[in-house]
């Protein structure tokens, strides 16, 4: 990703190898001119000249190498020979691309290789390979994604407004649940999708990342929130079925779920510890309140972790009085009576939501 945001359209870099590109000429340039690099430089000529487009595209009438400093920012050398070591494994067939791979692989450079009779331009960093598509294809392939995510993000925020009545009525069940972290988490994903998508559009992509930063909002957050609410606790024994879990080990399990297994709610629920099975998806749950008590103004995270320390759920948090409240190490009266009526108003907007909804 570091390699590929050094050739994004609108850098200089880029426009200089879309000018290789249009004049039907090939180049091979390497990003880094340490001693490393120029060890395996014959030949050319010494140049220290600040980078241009046009320099560089009048130089790649050349044969050989250009040599760019790590930024791209001056031209080192040009028309020299690399000569990497032949026994670097390397599975391209052309010598501008064998060349690129080897020193790429041997050296912790980026090279990149423009192929005159394909037309193309190709990103080699260690053993990786990508070969640069053109920007109205990644704008198509972003929009796409879009499109899916908000799919996805209407069911999301609909799973969600549904979790918050269920644990006012306290009613929540695993599958209530898995229904907010599945399409939360293709949220995510289809997010890092988009996220490489507008690494190689630079610039041209800002009203697609604009799209993508509004889409995805506080998702993450939630999402963390709805984990830690529902994993089971390392001190829990009451369900003899469960599998005591950790939040950062449950968020992490259940973002190595592979796309099938994400479909799959019993998996879902497995990475919670919270489900054996299909038939474990009815099992009911309470929820410890971190979620809906982050929502309310001006009550700490240190504040909130007190309350659900002292009334364990969030059924029990509701129930409290406000003599209860203001025994929690922090919370006064006034922090009391903000957190009852908070929470109050919480319960009767989600209801009413529910409701109009339906």
């Keep these: 990703m570091e390699a590929l945001t050094l050739v994004t359209p ?30 395996i430089c014959t030949g050319g000529f010494l140049l220290d000249a600040e980078f241009t487009p046009q320099r560089l595209s009048e130089l790649a009438k050349m044969d050989g190498a250009i040599i760019l400093a790590r930024d791209a920012s001056r031209i080192a050398r040009a028309n020299v020979h690399l000569v990497p070591k032949s ?9 501008r691309h064998r060349t690129a791979e080897r020193v790429a692989r041997s050296l912790d450079v980026p ?3 423009v192929s005159e009779s394909m037309s ?15 920007t109205s294809w990644l704008v198509e392939r972003a929009s796409q994604a879009l499109s899916t995510l908000q799919r996805f993000k209407n069911r999301y925020d609909l799973a969600l407004l549904t ?17 907010v972290l599945q399409p939360g988490e293709m949220i995510l994903r289809i997010a890092e999708e988009v ?10 992509g800002r009203l697609i990342r604009l799209q993508l930063e509004e889409m ?23 369900n003899k079925n469960a599998k005591a879990s950790t939040v950062e080990t449950a968020c992490l399990a259940l973002h190595a779920l592979t796309p099938d297994e994400l479909l799959d709610p019993s998996a879902i629920g497995n990475a919670l510890g919270v489900s054996s099975g299909t038939d474990s998806l009815d099992y009911g749950l309470e929820s410890r309140g971190y979620r809906l008590l982050h929502r309310l103004p001006r009550v700490s995270d240190v ?14 948090i509701m129930h409290a009085s406000l003599g209860d409240l203001e025994r929690v190490e922090g919370v006064g009266g006034a922090k009391a009576r903000a957190v009852k009526d908070g929470l109050a108003r919480t319960a009767e907007a989600s209801i009413l939501a529910r409701y109009e909804e339906r």
């Design 111 to 113: 090279v990149v290789a």
């Design 87 to 95: 026994t670097i494994p390397t599975q391209e067939t052309g010598t």
């Design 216 to 238: 995805t909002a506080g998702v993450a957050e939630a999402l963390k929130f709805v984990v830690r609410d529902y994993v089971v606790d390392p001190r829990d024994s009451t």
């Design 303 to 316: 504040i909130i972790d007190r309350i659900v320390d002292r009334f364990a759920t969030l059924s029990g």
């Design 163 to 179: 979790l918050s009545t269920l644990e006012v009525e306290d009613t929540v069940s695993v599958r209530d649940v898995v229904s």
């Design 10 to 39: 609108g850098l200089p870099l880029r426009e200089g190898l879309d000018r290789v590109l249009q004049a039907k000429r090939g180049a091979l340039v390497v990003l880094g001119d340490d001693p490393r690099v120029i060890s």
């Design 195 to 204: 996220e490489g998508y507008l690494v190689e559009l630079g610039g041209d």
């Design 120 to 134: 193309t331009i190709a990103v080699y960093r260690h053993d990786l390979k990508h070969t640069l598509p053109a």
